[in-house]
């Protein structure tokens, strides 16, 4: 069995918007989220595991890998469902 896979290298998926109240302050942090992978590549559930420490960036890199496709795990040839973990950095 193979486990998803996503970023930047992979299915031309973007990069978060950096939120402007956070460029405006300054602010920068890195958050770890699990990502429930269905077998067509779409993510299902996303959920923070380690925050950045600032809600409105963790909320963005919520909403960007939602939108995001993965290669999905598989079970020999067949897509099954599987989690992956995504860290996403936001650095200025």
Known sequence: ????RAGAGYLN???PVY???ALDHGWEGKVLMKVHVLA??????V???????KPVLDDEAVRTV????FVPAMRGTTPID??????ISFTL
């Open 66 to 69: 939602k939108q995001w496709s």
């Open 47 to 53: 959920s923070v595991i380690k925050s950045s420490g």
């Open 82 to 87: 599987g989690l992956v973990t995504i860290p």
């Open 13 to 15: 998926n973007p990069p």
């Open 40 to 45: 067509n590549g779409k993510p299902d559930d």
């Open 19 to 21: 939120p402007d109240i």
């Open 1 to 4: 069995m193979t486990q998803p």
